[in-house]
């Protein structure tokens, strides 16, 4: 079945609106061959519709869908050979897991050898094999997502489509799925297009993420890349946390600026070729970058603070921490043995490279 999987959407100024108001606007993507690409924001960015797009189910006002080259902008979803899976995975509670999977193959007109020989192979890839009799009711939600999951490949969908498919599993069972959906996806070379608003599911399954926000995109580009670059407020603040500084540039050198962020704080940054003294810039920081001493080494970017808060989460610790300045900043730490209390002095120091500048006149 791998052949039939792997094709290709593209996405080509696509547009919604619902009478004045606009829902999606002029987003253009496309997920290549065998790529899982996830649509990634907040509630009510407009993801779940753009998806709807694709699929068939919602009529764009503008632009134009293709799916392996061919314009299926304004074709029915039957016509398109899309597989959709959807969030509260639409089982047909009076039919068994064997008749849920079969059903499409049925309207279609197959033979009963071929629906047969399909249904094996599905339960097989899903690992449900044994449940072909139960009745969704009967069955975990894990199980269901992935009777759901059976159910779309049966009708050997040219891509796959998935609506926040785990969002209704509990958070030990969504990590599990979220493995095995991966693993399906990789072995089978399906290409997938993955509505999701969280960015651990995000950033941990797919090749390349596109973040929407208010109907528009905010950007496109690999989890690495999102996280570590992430050139934009909105997708910093997003996708992880980070700590903002405001700041003007006041010294440029070969390698190095420094950035003034208030009266007594000053941090020496990577240089960006763009930059230049007297520059407003928007500073950001990630937390796990911050490196947490107990006392001062006479290093560049150090600075004491006092701790406010401390969360313990396991494998990691975060301190809301006071700076002598009098800003406050969120570390995180894996150093799970030091042993902080609230109030307790501590020197913190970070690389120059760490930083991100934000151009606050052009943002
Ligand atoms: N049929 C409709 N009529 C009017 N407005 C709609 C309709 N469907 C969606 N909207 C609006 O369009 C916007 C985008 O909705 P959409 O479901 O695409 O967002 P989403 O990013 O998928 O959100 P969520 O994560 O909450 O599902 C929302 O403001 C929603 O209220």
């Known amino acids: 079945m791998t052949h ?32 899982f690409v ?10 779940t519709t753009t998806l709807r797009m694709i699929a068939g189910f919602v009529m764009p006002s503008g632009g134009r869908v293709l799916v392996n080259g061919a314009d299926v902008t304004y074709a029915p979803p039957d016509k398109r050979n899309v597989g959709f899976v959807f969030q509260n995975y639409a089982l047909w509670p009076h039919m068994t897991v064997l008749e849920n999977i079969t059903f499409g193959l049925k309207l279609r007109g197959r033979t009963s050898t071929a629906i047969r020989s399909k249904a094996d192979e599905v339960l097989g890839i899903t690992g449900l094999t044994g449940f072909e009799g139960r009745l969704p009711r009967q069955l975990s939600g894990g199980q269901q997502q992935r009777v759901a999951l059976a159910r ?38 399906m290409t997938t297009l993955y509505v999701t608003h969280d960015q651990e599911e995000a950033l941990s399954m ?33 996708v992880g946390n980070t700590n ?3 700041g003007r540039v006041v010294e440029v050198a070969d390698d190095r600026a420094v950035v003034q962020c208030g009266a007594s704080l000053k941090f020496a940054v990577t240089r960006e070729d763009s930059i230049s003294v007297g520059q407003q810039v928007r500073v950001l920081l990630r937390p796990e970058r911050i490196r947490v001493k107990n006392r001062p080494e006479a290093r ?4 004491s603070a006092c701790i406010e808060m401390i969360e313990y989460f396991g494998p990691t610790i975060r301190y809301t921490a006071k700076l002598q300045s009098g800003e406050n900043l969120y570390i995180e730490t894996h ?9 307790d002095q501590i020197w913190i120091e970070i690389e ?12």
């Open 335 to 343: 150093n799970t043995s030091q042993d902080h209390v609230i109030d």
């Open 244 to 246: 903002f500084f405001d």
């Open 152 to 189: 779309a490949l049966a009708l050997d969908p040219a891509l796959l489509l998935m609506d926040e498919p785990l969002s209704n599993l509990d958070r030990a069972l969504r990590i599990t799925m979220r493995r095995e959906l991966k693993q399906l996806q990789s072995r089978l070379n």
């Open 352 to 363: 120059p490279k760490h930083f991100r500048l934000l151009h606050r006149n052009k943002a």
């Open 38 to 47: 996830s649509l990634l924001g907040p509630s009510g960015c407009g993801k």
């Open 4 to 35: 039939a999987l792997t094709q290709s959407i593209w996405v080509d100024g696509v547009a919604k609106k619902y009478g004045d108001v606009s829902v999606v606007d002029d987003v253009s993507f496309d997920v290549r061959p065998g790529e």
């Open 300 to 303: 560049e970017n150090e600075l």
């Open 206 to 238: 797919s090749d390349r993420v596109v973040i929407m926000s208010g109907g528009k995109i905010a950007r496109i580009a690999k989890p690495r890349e999102i996280y570590e670059d992430p050139r934009s407020e909105f997708v910093a603040d997003f």
